[in-house]
């Protein structure tokens, strides 16, 4: 190998602090190769070692009697019944896509499809829970453009349709954005694939795409903060080719379907270096490869950069005796690279070869096992004192009604997903724009119910309540399609984990987290932290996404928001306390984000979700419509089922003690909107489960006169039945036309992105 | 996870229609169409690979949706020079019917079975929505499901789908009938808000000049199934098996 000159301050221009390389010099018995130092930084990286988030994730729940693989590989595994499984995970590609968006977008996709088909399971939905900056910074809109156009040029082409997400804006993210992928694919129990690596002497083959130099040092790039340079930093984020990603599919799929191969691993991020450490770590074996036969796009590449190249659509794999000929036969047909660039020993090491030269022979135990882990010292901050309603200034609340529809983040989303092919496949039963997507798994009826999910302005205020929150809002909107809540994957996106208040809102939200997955029997079976989310010492607001899977039995029986038939009743269920403290009508309304954030009733949130699942699957159809109260709260969920079904709505059971905007527009948890044409049943259910449930209003037009109750600020509102169309009546405060709702809803986005 | 075949029972009186569908690499809704065939037809698509040099005997030859060579150089462009692309103009001249659906219709314009060509959408976005098409031509072997001027909603999902050809050829094919599909309003009407792409004269799909081959942009196979939102497109489906079972 020769005498190397690597010296400790190379080492930390790539991400290693001096003990770091103390210690791998220590586990070598030398100073590393250039080579060597690669792939230990990389190994040893924030993103691929989890070094600062391990000790806190290890308290999550991670088990249930569904899963049939938790965190650890390259996706979670769930029983879905009848032999088959959902294989899902959700991964962050924030540095990327803010200096990059198209490219950063488009290869989180990318990766996301890979984890989740080397698994074995096809890839049958996408989703995304996206993070921009204030509207009014001038990055904003060439990054929102630039990312949805990213996510929808990979998933389109590759042909899984993008079903659902998120998308909000805050200028906490005005410097790091975030834009977190999630895949859903379908297998066979058991037919998944793993990473471990078996059989000494069995080959070890490279497939899809050559090697070039794009992205090399990537998982380096997305553990460190950003400066003003960020910029800079565009070689290293990588290009995808969705086209190159859609044979990969099919040709991976082809050959599992075969006894061929014992073990495969997408090279993600730190490509070859991780793959091929992660297959012989998990198998506890060695794997040598001959680096002068991987198939490469530029002449000259030297071993460091092929090991650190994260070129896209790539995949490793451990062939059975024999199986060479066959494999090679797919990947021929579908006109990808294949390559044997090495085999298993039982050695222990990693061993890399090229030019008749070893550049690197690294113990990989060692090298994973003794991966520094930090217990960062951490601050919990504690939270501010929530706000005093009463010093609120009345207001008329279909004005603020209409403001809060219209403000960015409760605008309408359509702008987005529709340049999202979320219909291809043939099974999208419920659309992108309502509580969870649904997903029909085959034709014997099963669905799949899937969301995105985070409150980040709670997380901010209070991380143990935010965190429980995300958790408690995911498992709530997948019941309100009818779903039975799984299991969830979660993307931990926050600012430097080095600063102890940074580490305090981590460590917050996990314990927030475990909790609500506990008391709600929703285990976290994957996910991706992203740590150093910060520009120049700024942090984004702690945001802990939740991908949420829930199961439907009977794909028929899903329903969404849209309201039916008029003369139904719409029922609140859950209780209402009016809570106004970091709320969406706080920053909308009143420009003020203080406050408490709703506490989260983890109890109540189950007994009343259950009822609603109950209501749902009930088979006399009892439940027309169905929405669960979140950003905005009540008077907001109304508004979002009367949009969506073009019905207006009386709100006749909102009595004039109630005509508060506290109640109106608090955000308490646990609550439901249902609609229904059998109020008796009903409400005899909700009795016998003991779950409050108040009638609030019919489906149609009002047959109401104003009642006695007046108004603070000038009357403005139309008498009720003046718009001639569908209108949300709130007795007491007049009417307005759901068509006008409607448009201030869908215009915000389409208008702010043609500006400029 | 795909549907077994409906077996053909005796109230089949004739033979199933008989389905081929093309498989370039990229193509990302044959499963899409064949669902459909398969549930109008009662028989499973024959499902050929773009590099096979012959197609076995079939009633209908579809090219499906999708990215075929991930549209790189332009859509269609590489596709409509795969091997199995001149045994699929030998049989279109013989009369065999041919549908080319998004992609496909891209790919029918590149190998010149059909006229014009399709430009990005004026939004230059992708644009996945439902839309309303108008049955501007009913005596055909695609169409004959519909009434003659009846308005249906199906979904689009493309790129590249906003129709252009020389004015000519625009008066040619309106003289001739071939304009198979245009974009509409729910009631029918036609303005340039629902005219999805910009297509010139809100062209959705055209025919060759026998009216045995079919582009058209819109996906009527995603809407024949109540539960994923429409059936329009069943009718479709039902008046191509009619027509060629």
């Known amino acids: 190998m020769g005498g190397s000159n690597v010296t400790p301050e190379l080492a930390a221009e790539m991400g290693l602090s001096a003990e770091e390389f103390e210690r791998a010099r220590d586990i070598l018995g030398r100073i590393p190769t250039l080579t060597e130092l690669g792939v230990f930084s990389a190994m040893w990286s924030e993103h691929c070692s ?89 990055k904003t809109r060439h990054l929102v453009s630039g990312v949805v156009a990213g996510i929808g040029g990979y998933g389109n082409c590759v042909g899984v349709p993008t079903v659902g997400g998120e998308c909000q804006f805050h200028p906490a993210y005005n410097g790091n954005i975030l834009v977190n992928a999630m895949c859903v694919g379908l297998a066979r129990a058991d037919r998944i694939f793993y990473s471990a690596a078996a059989g000494p002497g069995n080959l070890v083959i490279y497939v899809g795409a050559k090697t070039g130099r794009d992205g090399i040092h990537g ?13 800079e930093k565009r070689p290293t984020v990588q290009v995808g080719d969705p086209f190159t990603e859609k044979l990969l599919i099919e040709a991976c799929l082809e050959l599992m379907a075969t006894d061929a191969i014992v073990a495969i691993q997408d090279m993600g991020a730190a490509g070859l270096t991780s793959s091929s450490v992660e297959m012989a770590d998990k198998g506890g074996l060695g794997i040598e490869l001959d680096l002068d036969r991987v198939p490469v796009r530029e002449a000259g590449m030297s071993p460091y950069e092929i090991m650190l190249s994260e070129s896209q659509e790539r995949m490793l794999m451990v062939l059975a005796p024999g199986s060479e000929e066959q494999a090679r036969r797919v990947f021929e047909k579908w006109e990808l690279d294949f390559a044997v660039i090495g085999r298993v020993t039982d050695t222990g090491q990693l061993i890399l070869r090229m030019h008749g030269e070893v550049a690197a022979d690294i113990p990989v135990g060692p090298l994973v096992t003794q991966a520094p882990l930090y217990e960062r010292p951490w601050l919990r901050r504690q939270p501010g004192p929530d706000i005093d309603p009463a010093t609120l200034p009345d207001r008329d609340p279909l004005d603020c009604l209409k403001r809060l529809v219209a403000s960015p983040d409760l605008a309408s989303k359509r702008w987005i997903w529709e340049q999202y092919d979320h219909l291809v496949q043939g099974n999208t039963v419920k ?147 009016g809570h106004l403290g970091a709320s969406l009508y706080l920053r909308e309304i009143e420009g003020r984000e203080d406050g408490l954030p709703p506490p989260v009733d983890l109890a109540a949130e189950r007994k009343n979700g259950d009822f609603v699942r109950a209501m749902i699957a009930n088979n006399h159809n009892l439940v027309a419509a169905c929405h669960d109260i979140s950003d905005g709260g009540l008077l907001v969920a109304v508004a979002e089922m009367a949009m969506a079904g073009g019905h207006g709505i009386a709100l006749d059971g909102i009595s004039v003690q109630e005509l508060l905007n506290t109640w109106l527009f608090g955000e308490d948890q646990g609550r439901y909107l249902i609609e229904t044409r059998a109020p008796l049943a009903v409400e005899a259910s909700a009795a016998a489960a003991g779950v409050p449930i108040k009638r609030i209003g019919k489906v149609g037009c009002s047959e109401l006169t104003l009642s006695g109750a007046t108004i603070a600020e000038g009357q403005t509102r139309q008498t009720p039945g003046m718009s001639g169309g569908p209108e949300l009546t709130l007795p007491g405060a007049g009417a307005i036309s759901v068509a006008e709702l409607k448009a201030a809803n869908e215009a915000w986005l389409p208008a702010y992105m043609a500006q400029g | 996870m795909s549907l077994a075949p409906r077996p053909p029972t005796s109230a089949d009186a004739k033979a ?24 109008a037809s009662g028989r499973e698509p024959a499902r050929i690979w773009h590099r096979e040099a012959s197609l076995p005997d079939c009633d209908l030859i579809v090219l499906p949706g999708g990215f075929a060579y991930g549209d790189y150089l332009r859509c269609g462009a590489m596709a409509a020079h795969s091997p199995i692309m001149r045994e699929v103009k030998t049989r279109a001249e013989r009369g065999t019917p ?110 060759n000049e026998s009216r045995t081959v079919l582009g058209l942009m819109p996906h009527p196979e995603n809407a024949t199934d109540p539960l994923l939102g429409g059936t329009d497109g069943q009718g479709f489906f039902a008046g191509l098996v009619a027509a060629l079972q």
């Open chain 2, 98 to 207: 041919v549908l080319g659906i998004c992609n496909g219709f891209q790919v029918l314009t590149e190998a010149g079975m059909l006229p014009g060509a399709l430009l990005p959408n004026r939004t230059l976005t992708f644009i996945c929505r439902d839309v309303h098409l108008k049955v501007e031509n009913n005596q055909t072997v695609f169409t004959s499901g519909y009434a003659a001027g009846q308005t249906i909603r199906v979904p689009t999902a493309h790129h590249d789908g906003n129709y252009t050809a020389d004015s000519d050829m625009l008066d040619r094919l309106e003289g001739e009938g071939r304009v198979a599909f245009r974009y509409c309003s729910a009631s029918g009407e036609f303005a340039d808000e629902d005219n999805v792409n910009g297509s010139t004269r809100a062209i959705a799909g055209i025919f």
């Open chain 2, 16 to 39: 199933p229609m008989k389905a081929a569908v093309i498989i370039f690499p990229g193509s990302n809704r044959e499963h899409d169409v064949c669902m459909a065939l398969q549930r």
């Open chain 1, 431 to 577: 659309r992108p724009g309502g509580d969870a997507a649904v997903i029909r798994i085959s034709e014997n009826g099963k669905a799949l119910a899937l969301k995105t999910d985070c409150t980040p302005r709670y997380c901010r205020a209070d991380p143990v309540r935010g965190g429980m929150q995300a958790v408690a809002e995911s498992w709530r909107n997948l019941t309100a399609v009818g779903a039975l809540p799984l299991a969830v994957t979660d993307n931990m996106n926050f600012g430097n984990p080095e600063k102890p208040e940074i580490m305090g809102e981590f460590a917050g939200a996990i314990e927030g987290m475990r909790e609500a997955c506990r008391a709600l029997d929703y285990p976290v079976v994957s996910g991706n932290v992203s740590l150093y989310n910060e520009t120049s010492g700024s942090a984004i607001l702690p945001t802990p996404v939740i991908g949420g899977v829930g199961l439907i039995a009977d794909a028929a029986k899903a329903v969404d928001l849209a309201l039916k038939q008029e003369g139904d009743a719409l029922y609140l269920v859950g209780e209402t306390k």
């Open chain 1, 219 to 231: 998982a380096t790039m997305a553990s460190a903060e950003f400066s003003e340079d960020a910029a």
């Open chain 1, 50 to 138: 989890y070094k600062s988030s391990k000790i806190w994730l290890k308290t999550l729940p991670t088990t249930g009697p569904r899963v049939i693989c938790g965190p650890g590989e390259n996706a979670g595994v769930v029983d879905i019944g009848d032999g088959d499984a959902v294989v899902f995970k959700i991964e962050s590609h924030n540095h990327p896509s803010f200096i990059e968006p198209y490219q950063g977008a488009a290869t989180g996709v990318g990766g996301i499809l890979r984890d989740v088909f080397t698994m074995g399971a096809r890839p049958v939905a996408i989703l995304n829970s996206l993070r921009f900056g204030s509207p009014d910074d001038p």
